[in-house]
Structures are given as C-alpha cells and as structure tokens.
C-alpha cells in the first residue's frame, strides 16, 4: 500500500513475531533487526534487517525506513536510540527507560527511590564486600548480573563462602549486586499498557509459576485476597506513571506475607502476558502496537472467566519437529502457538498453550493435559 | 523448522490472508497461488506461487509442496485438483464440492434434491423460454449466471419484458437459470465447520445486511425467536452432513414470513464470519485450518453477547491510504483489519470492522461508529 506507516522492531524472536502479526492486522508493515537467518518474525512476513542488536548502522537504517521503533528486548544499544529518538522517527519505551531497565542495579535503585516497595538489595564491589553482604543477609542471598540477565540467567542463590567464591569466578568480569532471598508465597504479574497521552490500561492480575527460573504457567486471574489486588495494582500503575514512552510493560511481583514488592519490569511485551491472546479483549501484542503506534489503547477485559498458559519448552537439543498437535488440540477451549524456531534445544522457548475455563483449576488442568502431549 | 507441514491456499487475497495469519499460529508453513503482485497473504509471509486459478502447472507444483491444500476462493480449476487429491496432498473440501458450488444452479438442484428448501428456480435455456418463465413467476424474477458470480455480480433482477432483453444482451454467452424473487424479511449466515471425520460444529446465526448485493454488516447473534433459530441450524446441519470434504463452510439463508429458505453455499471462510476474529473463541479462520489440516475443531462460542462486523468497503478509485484509524480505534470494544490491498476502488473490500457490545445496539452503534471515521 503506498504512504503505509511501517512499524521497526529490535529483535525479531517469537515476540517479534507475535508484534508483526498484530501489525499487520492493523494494517502496518514491520521491519525487524535479528541477527538469525529465518528469524520467526520473517517467518510471519517481517522484513528482516540481518544484523545484532546492538549494531549501530542497522538502527539508523531502521530509523531511516520506519516510522515507529519498538523493541522486543531490552538487551540492547540505547545510546543511539537516544540520538535517533530525536529525528523522524517515534522510539517506544522511551530508550531512557530502557537504559534504566538494562541495568538491575539501576532498575532497584530507581523504584526505590520512588518509594516502590523492593527486596532489599546491596551493591557488591568487590569479593570481600560480598562476604559482609551475605553476613549482613543472614548468611543466604542472590546474586545477580547487572545487565544483560534474562529468565534467570546471571542470577545465582549463594547460601555459603564456597558458593560464593564458585559464583564470584563463573561471574567474574561482571558487575554484580546481591538481593536479600525473599520467602515468597506467589510471584504475581501484570501486563500494563501506557498510551502516547499517559493514559493506562492494566491487564488483570495474574500468578506466574516459574521452572529452572523460566515462567512455565500464567495463571489468571491471581488467586488473591482483594486487599493484595488492590496493593499490586496501586504499585504497577505507580511504577508505571514513572516510566518514561508508550508501550506494554510487564511489571513481576512477589507476595510475601501480606507484603507486594516488585521484582522487575519488563519494557516490551512479555511471557507472562501471552495469555490474553486467547483471553483477553485485546492481545497484549496489539496493545503495544496500538500503545507505540500513537493509537488509543483497546479493553483489556477477560473474555473467559479463568484462562491459563503454559510454556512449550525444549526438552532436547536437535531439528524441531511438531508432535502431538492433534492431541493438544483436542482438548477443550485450548489454543496453541508454535514459534517456527528451529532447532530446538532444552529450555529454549518454543511455544506456548493457552486454555481458558470456567475456574484457573479447569484451565489449568487443560492447559496441562495439552502441554503433555506436545513434543517439539 | 524442518519437518514443519506446510498448507497450500488456492487464492491469496483477504481471505487467504487470514487464513495464513492463523496457519502460522499453529507452526505451518504456508504457501499460495495468487496472480497479483504482493498479494495479500504474501504480504503476511506466505510464499507466493504467481499465477491464475485456473493455471494446472501451478497446482501441480502446489501440490508438491504443501501436505495439505484448500482454496480461499470456489472460482478455480477444479479438474485436475480432482486427480491431485488421489496423490499425496490432502485436498479439503473436495473438489467434487467446490465443482458442484461453482455451478449455481447445480448446487440449487442438489439442495432441492436432498429436501432443503430454496427459493423456486428454474433453468433458462433461451430468451423465449425466459420470458415463459418470467410470466411463471408473476413478472419478476433474478436471472443469475450459474458460473463465476460473487457478491451479486451476474444477477440481475427482472421485472419486466424490456428488463430482460437489456440483461439477455448484457449477460450473453453466460449460462443462467431463473429464481422467483422471495420477499424476506432478513438474511440470516451460519458458518459451519465439520472436520475429516465428519464431526460438525456451528457457530451462532447471524444476521448479514447487504448494499448493492454486497455483505456490509453482520449481526451476532441473530435478532430471531428459537423456534426460526432452530430451523435454521436443522437445514445448516443437513446441508454440511452431504458436502464431501472438511473445512468451514458459510451458509447464507433467507428468513420469508416463518419459512427459512438456504440462498447460497460457500465451500471456505466467508465474509459473515469475520466477526468470529473478535467475537469467538476460535476464529473461522484457525477453524478452517484445524479443519482441512485434520485436527480437532475448536469452540465457537460466542466472547461477548454480541457483535457486530461492518465491512471497509472502498468508496474512490485511486492508492489506498489509510486515515481515521487513531478515531476507530478510539471507539470501545473496537478492533480494526486491513487488508493491505491497493489501489482502492469503489466497492473494494479493503478491511473490516469488529465491534463488540452487550447488545446488538450497541455493538453495531460502536462499528458503524468506528466505520465513519476510516477513509482508505
């Protein structure tokens, strides 16, 4: 179509994807930057600029051809972002709030300064201030990469001196800093939506159940006492307000006692938002098209009363091949999304179910039963 | 991915657009034939096979790629799909269906012949006997061309000597046949889905409103008492039950005084089903696929208690710009699809529009709304 608005995505993945596909129904073109040959947002008719993320003349050749930017990772260059963010092109989230997300460090220090409730968390400098720290945290803490960790990795439980002193090598040359172990009963997430304007959208409260620390179910909504929805919500739409550009944020929680803290925040859409593709009013992937593209934001309502996803994980290394689908899908009111991504290898996301029912047990249940029968 | 299964499409334009958007979902690969540049699909990641409908070389070579095939359009070559479906590729629905569809009076004769009731019609063989039939009639009739017509290009009502020899000129060469003229008081559609076993599954009737013999809105569910309801989805069940072959099909129905009349059959997704996108557990289009690809079918039911589709027609001739999409979007409930066609032209079907409500009223206030500001 001519003067159609084309939409530039950093990273072209399964989120990259999931983006492209809720763009082209609006009627937009996509652009992505992944470095993978047959990357899964080509796959789905994304033009494909084959270069990493953090490639300079690649973002300014995005810049140049698109006329919105979003990323699906916040693993990336900002500092040209920044420059390109004042030319032609509209960049979403802002690149500061992705500079700021990049760094853990910064991302806790940041929510705490705006008296956002944190685990409690210490900046490690040197091998030596480590060890006070885990004295000073009760002989038990995290420690964890300061930038570029995602789905766990970067993190490790130190428990004792020889397991920090084992971690302290496998880290060695990264910037560190220890959080206090949080004895938590839930973790909780929500998808929330920003416009153009400010204006928010969140998404219902949700339970995520993580593996090997990689979200495997999304449970919606939260099993939760109305006093915990009210306290979760009222530090997403405050963590929110502070950050900086439109978009979908996925906002991680934990529930300790009757305590919320937020653990982190995603500036893009997210794992744990997946199941609003079959739940939901409007998909968290065309809300953050919406929500980049300058667009008023869509109804974030649930259209079932109870909807669960789980994760299609690799479970060995070698060629994809999609097993099983037959059986998954002949469970009820249960959906599957394959991401085209080959090869396969254990833990690598591959895809994702979603089931929808009268109550999270029936959902889940569904879910379960469908997740069992794919073999990828 | 390797090992990954691949769809064929017959038709790459809107329908078979979403058709891929919905394959892709379910990890497929996707592959059409379309003789436009930059068709629709292919602007959706399909792989395009550039040729006509009717090209055998074409079809051959599809059905060496894909594992399953099935058409977005019943306008196509149906005799060497009929040899292609004793090979390797699945063909759905058969192309003994899809035949006996192109042919408009064959599939009135075979409706007639299973005891569901049409409208009267007879076959016209030459003017004099037009006239004959005319007068049978009590001096109006449609004459219809029995090959080739969509969205009521080849009819034309007669209601008068002079009328018919205008048309007898005008659709010389054509073979047509003759229906009485029935005074409905609505139009009703169900899309139907049956599986390779033969399992059916119907979605709700719906109300389809038409200008200028196009579809331009659908009404879900239809404004109509249950014992109507209850005809309607008795003759739907007995027409699917005799069409060989899987897939959704569209069934377009006549509501006159208390009878239920079948007007037409569509052997694929159909434009009365697009509100399933916003308004159904599973679209027509995933459904579709599940369907030809030998999997389960998935729920139909309705996500709200109602909906409302109103089509983008095009209303000028020129390249196609999409405007007003910020004030549609502005509008609750609202989702907008574009398909990514240019030029526009003046009755081009361009996109659509689902609104969703808690009641009819308010649903198609909402599109019709949203309808307004789009000008592409």
Known sequence: MEGQKTIGIVGGGQLGRMLTMAAHSLGFKVIVIDPSDNCPASQVGALQIKAGLYDGEALRQLAKLADHITVEIEHLETKILKKLSKSNVSINPAPETIELIQDKYEQKNFLQSKGIPVAEFKKIDNY???????????????????????????????????VLQKKFAKFANRELYAEKVINFTKELAVMVAKDIKGNIKTYPLTETVHHRNICSETLVPARVPANIQKKAFSLVNKTVKHLKGSGVFGIEMFLEGEEVLINEIAPRVHNSGHYTMNGCLTSQFEQHIRAIAGLPLGDTALTSPAVCMVNILGERDGPTRVKGLHEALSVPRTYVHIYGKSPTKVDRKMGHINSVGDTIKQARSRARQARKHIDI
């Open 128 to 162: 030596d201030h480590a060890l006070e720290v885990l004295k000073d945290f009760g002989g038990k803490m995290l420690i964890k990469s300061r930038h570029g960790a995602y789905d766990g990795r970067g993190n490790a439980l130190v428990t004792s001196r020889r």
